[in-house]
């Protein structure tokens, strides 16, 4: 722990000189700032200014290219877990599951921050009575309004009581009584001694809420202060001025800016032109002089505070709303660069008693042995967690509890009844022995895309970030989601294997081959999930990762063994379907349940296992750490 994490006047977020790029573009170029306990931090800046970066580096998601980040006393690239149990993230996408209710979301979220069963189903009651969704709690939230859902991604980032509070644009694509609402709620939030990060690009918000303001543009702070003081800095009242003809915006801007008073800011799509009046009803009596001279009537005119919207327009020549081609945030998954964080580390006295440095040493290591059993039960347990959340969703949407029963049931009978009168001429026996392996495999194969699937929606829609920010075991994201995918997969060969027996499949050979047979199905399908997740992770599309799925899982399964003999196949497809890692698993089950060697089937199906797993693990782990 850092000495800093125990208290005081230090501030409670600390950012000294970071800088973060993607390629050639500079994200963050020497930021510096810091956040007094129990108030609210606005960022204020553009689409584009570095805003979500910032944050995303607060939260632990990014490690800084250079510079110092501190959050309540830890470092966030060597503390990164001690981090994520003092913060709470809500990110620009309301990082809900659509699938789970309102009450679920919230216990997800408090498993996964280590809270108990107990403890964790009285902090959702709680927090869904707070924000005023007890009605709604058993509800599923894809039946939930915009401001609804908004309020429960708040909701989510509370649970465990955080201190530190980072809101990434809370406010955007919500109505204006959804936000009001919003404000009053973090306004209470601040009430209570949390302390907030806010970033915004709406300035009336920045105005509202934060109490000390930092202006971004370009990965630069170009401003910082209160917003009374960033006001000030404008000189004093603003004249304000709106004309009916858009061809007399131009001739209305060469007037206010002939005041001598400075540049007039202008927008064209609202024909509202505004400039500093320091010298107040005086300077809107010389703009009102100015305007009948130039013969221009206004629609509008008045003389008022200024706002934030004139700092940004003061500072950088133009309004908030535009966006710095410079600085594009979409590009942040490009490139991943080592951190460079100075040390700054605590060490303690040196022991110059030899004895003591024994125990000490014996000590350490009880404690590393104690870390990595806790550190596995918490892998373990956050896998389930993630498994359960999993396979709720797969109840929960028909079409896919269809897709992975309805299709395979399709298969048995269509190959069946349709091709079965003439391929069993070839394989000397009844059609439905042989034809039920290749089913199996087929069917968990198919099933194996929804992980890449999943993986993709997760990414896309703000879980994968929800997560991550959380002291969870970052790994039980993607062990957690292939897990539930092979509970879905034994439910679905046990479910063929009925269908079968339905119409005609037979066990000749005792019921341990049986269940060998379904063993390897489900190890198979372990394996094409992992392969899978490195689709989902590379196109992080939805749609995308659906297409991928089918383009590797058609030819393995149609140009194998698994529904018609090789030798009946063309001689250029014979050589492929051969080594066809399918084809080899199909072999293997039919030898178990019709007889036959078994050995060298069983072997290289074993061989095949271990190779996608050996390859697809790591790549999976590397591309999650490095494309989030």
């Not at 290591?365 to 347990?381: H, N, P, T, V």
């Not at 359960?388 to 992975?404: A, D, Q, S």
Request: include cysteine; proline fraction near 5%; aromatic fraction near 6%.
């Amino acid at each position: 722990m850092s000495k800093t994490a125990l208290g005081g006047d230090r501030p409670i977020i600390v950012v000294e000189g970071v800088r973060k790029s993607f390629g050639a573009v500079t994200a963050l170029d020497g930021i510096d700032f810091e956040v007094p306990r129990g108030t609210v931090f606005g960022v204020l800046g553009p689409n584009g200014a570095g805003k979500t970066t910032a944050v995303r580096i607060l939260t632990t998601l990014l490690p800084p290219d250079a510079g110092y980040v501190e959050v309540a006393g830890y470092d966030v690239v060597r503390d990164s877990r001690a981090v994520r149990f003092a913060i709470g993230l809500a990110g620009q996408s309301v990082a809900v599951d659509a699938h789970l209710s309102g009450q679920e979301n919230l216990i997800l979220v408090a498993r996964l921050r280590q809270l108990g069963r107990r403890q964790s189903r009285a902090a959702a009651d709680e927090l869904l009575e707070r924000f005023d969704l007890t009605k709604a709690a058993k509800r599923t939230t894809r039946t939930y309004s915009g401001g609804m859902r908004r309020r429960l991604d708040l909701a989510a980032s509370l649970v465990g009581h955080p201190p530190v509070l980072f809101l990434d644009e809370p406010t955007t694509g919500l109505d204006p009584r959804s936000r009001l609402e919003l404000w009053e709620v973090i306004e209470g939030l601040v009430a209570e001694g949390t302390t907030l990060l806010l970033t915004t690009q709406y300035l009336e918000e920045a105005d509202r809420l934060a109490k000390s303001i930092a202006v971004v543009d370009a990965g630069r702070v170009i401003a910082q202060g209160t917003p009374a003081e960033l006001k000030a800095a404008v000189g004093g009242e603003m004249i304000e001025l709106s004309v009916s003809e858009e061809a007399d915006v131009e001739r209305a801007r060469r007037v206010l800016s002939g005041l001598g008073v400075g540049e007039a800011g202008y927008d064209t799509s609202s024909r509202t032109i505004t400039v500093a009046a320091p010298r107040g009803v005086a300077t809107l009596m010389d703009a009102i002089r100015g305007l009948d001279e130039a013969g221009i009537e206004p629609e509008d005119l008045s003389l008022r505070s200024p706002a934030l919207d004139d700092v940004f327009m003061a500072l950088t020549g133009r309004p908030a709303e535009t966006t710095d081609p410079e600085s594009d945030e979409s590009g942040e998954s490009d490139e991943v660069r080592r951190s460079v964080t100075p040390e700054r580390t605590w060490t303690p006295p040196a022991d110059d008693h030899e004895v003591a440095a024994g125990r000490d040493e014996g000590r350490r290591r009880d404690e590393r042995g104690a870390r990595f059993i806790g550190r596995a039960r918490g892998i373990l347990s956050d896998t389930g967690v993630v498994m359960w959340r999993n396979l709720l969703r797969y109840i929960r949407l028909p079409n896919l509890l269809v897709f992975t029963t309805v299709q395979p049931v399709m298969f048995v009978l269509m190959f069946n009844f349709v091709f079965g009168g003439v391929i069993k001429l070839v394989v000397h026996g009844p059609y439905i022995d042989y034809l039920m392996p290749g089913i199996f495999i087929q069917a968990v194969i198919f099933n194996s895309t929804q992980t890449g699937i999943g993986m993709a929606e997760d990414l896309s829609g703000g879980m994968v970030d929800r997560f991550r920010s959380l002291p969870m075991a970052r790994v039980a994201v993607l062990t957690g989601r292939t897990m539930a995918d092979t509970v879905r997969n034994v439910f679905v060969v046990l479910l063929m294997t009925v269908v079968g027996i339905a119409v005609g499949f037979r066990i000749t050979h005792g019921i341990l081959p049986v269940v060998e047979v379904v063993l390897i199905a489900i190890v198979f399908g372990n394996a094409f999930s992992w392969i899978s997740a490195v689709i989902g992770l590379v196109t992080k599309d939805v749609e995308a990762a659906q297409a991928a799925g089918f383009v590797w899982v058609l030819p393995l399964t149609f140009a194998s063994s698994a529904f018609v003999p090789i030798p009946t196949m063309p001689g250029w497809l014979q050589a492929f379907s051969k080594v066809d890692p399918v084809s080899v698993v199909v072999g293997a089950m039919r030898a178990l349940l019709m007889g036959g060697p078994t050995a060298v089937p069983l072997y290289e199906s074993a061989a095949w296992a271990v190779g996608i797993l050996v390859v697809c693990v790591p790549a999976t782990l590397w591309l999650y750490r490095r494309l989030t």
